[in-house]
């Protein structure tokens, strides 16, 4: 292996599209083969993306995939990177990394033990936007971050998504599905968390999905919809965090934080880009000065207009990290601090009790212009 990783993915799904097409952006990448249980998906995917359609044996077995990006359910993140990790890859994995504290141990120790990289998703905190959220927190712009408010609510995926079950069984809900990109971004702009507090819900124990093909049809739903929870960090800084499937509209932004010295307004996270928009003790809230950041810049047409879409950025500064012997920014450790946040507002609604965490993390070093474009061809 020199200057580039050969890739394999496996899980041939909706968001594989994504990674097959946005990979060719970045230097160190080549996707080579993918994988399904599904050999159809595969099959189209390798067609349609002129890459090799393989076996999950089959791939493990390729000596030009270096790293496998594990696109698989929720369920099956775990299960995947180990073998990839026993295969002697490196793994990069969609969101959530796994659905437990001890899955995501296991795996740690398997990467240290064969000298292996884990990195997850999310990595749209390295987005234009955040990046400027972050730069202007480094700076001093708000004072110290002291609180805030995060909401991601919505009626539910079943009005959308052509197979929803997944998301109202455990290891799915907005928690694990959406919060991950919200405590990314909250790691990335104030650091780690130090204990969290919930109450959690459900609105209905069934769901009927009015999406093709299978309108009409009733699904069971197993986990939490509807999360209210606190976020003390280590900064001492006190986050809510308000996450659910069971709400048809509201006003509340994304992500708003609160400083000494004035406030701060942040864009949906579960995107690269956006307007940042700023106050100081005057109260005049006016957008930040936009700057030359690559991954700022809309390069994609969505339902709701031009957006900037930079996915695999992590999955490029993962690689480029390998060969530099450096930190990644969506490093094993701050995903599986994530992982504790999560699962740990879980237990909290279910005991009713807040919950200390167990892991930590430092800050992923900020992605500036120059670093960032470092990573495009």
Known sequence: MTGELGVGIIGCGNISAAYFTLAPLFKGLKVVACSDLNMAAA????????VKAQTVPELLANPDVHVVVNLTIPDAHYPVSKQALEAGKHVYSEKPLVLSLEAGEDLRRLAKAKNLSVGCAPDTFLGGAHQLARRYIDQGGVGRITSGTCHVM???????????????????????DLGPYYIANLINLIGPVKRVGALTSMASETRT????????????????????ALLEFVSGATITLSASWDVWSHRHANMELYGTEGSLFVPDPNFFGGTVEASGRNKDIQPLDGWDHPFGINNQESPHGPRANYRTAGLADMAVAILEGRDARCSLDRALHGVDVMTSILKSGETGEFITLSTTCT????LGELEARALLK
């Open 43 to 50: 099959e189209a995917r390798a067609a349609e993306f002129g």
């Open 363 to 366: 800050q992923p070093a900020a």
């Open 209 to 228: 999905i009015t999406s093709e093909p299978r309108n009409g049809e009733v699904i069971p739903v197993k986990t939490p919809t509807n999360i209210h």
């Open 154 to 176: 919505s009626p539910g995926m079943e009005m959308w998504h052509p197979n929803p079950d997944f998301f109202f069984l455990p290891g799915g809900g907005p928690i694990l």
